[in-house]
């Protein structure tokens, strides 16, 4: 059998939405915040992701060319909302307020807190990173600018002022495990299904 993965993150995934900067979207009253991130979509009933070689996957088993998969605790700052907050930075930081930083649930021996990227070209089709914060970002990734809204995770785009819910799992060679995909186009994809990232756990086991 292979292993359920559990993941625990300070995210929750979104399927294409934008929503108006000006929206009122609730208040958190959390300044911080350590949460499980799930992931909702067809065939896809609230499964964990997990950290898999600096790819975020979701799912109950591993892919085969995976090396190293581990659960994972997401950290981020928790902003309360209003119409005048809703501000994006535009160069990511590695202590920038609005980044997800991730810790392994295990004995891995990290040295630093790998952040949550994405790609944010229009037509760009390209896996959910968890990468280094040193490391270089091409001119269309994005590690900062991440929002909550509600139970969902959103990246505030600063150019337009909308959140975009754009997560989508596509399958992997694996049965039971997708790479989680950003897709702000929205195009289709065969093998692949839109899904939203939630802070909120099944009410029970999909697996």
Known sequence: MQPYFSLLL????????????????????????SFSLYAYGSDIEGLPIFYGDGVAYTGYAT??????????????????????????????????????????????????????????????FDPVKFLSPNATLSDDQIASGFRIYGKDLAYLNSSSGK??????????????????????????????VPVVVKTMAPSKPSH
Do not use: M, Y
């Open 10 to 33: 300070t995210c929750s995934l979104f399927l294409t939405k934008l929503v108006s900067a000006s929206s009122s979207l609730p208040p958190r009253a959390d300044d911080a915040a």
């Open 163 to 192: 959140l975009q819910e754009a997560f989508w799992a596509s399958n992997t060679s694996q049965s039971g495990a997708w790479v989680l995909r950003w897709n702000v186009g929205g195009q289709s994809h065969d093998g692949s």
């Open 63 to 124: 892919p085969p060319n995976v090396s190293q998969a581990l659960n994972v605790t997401c950290q981020h700052n928790v902003l309360s909302f209003s119409s005048s907050s809703l501000t994006a930075p535009v160069a990511p930081a590695p202590n920038d307020s609005t980044a997800f930083q991730i810790s392994p649930n295990s004995s891995a021996n990290w040295t630093s807190k790998p952040r949550l990227a994405i790609n944010i070209a229009p037509d760009a």
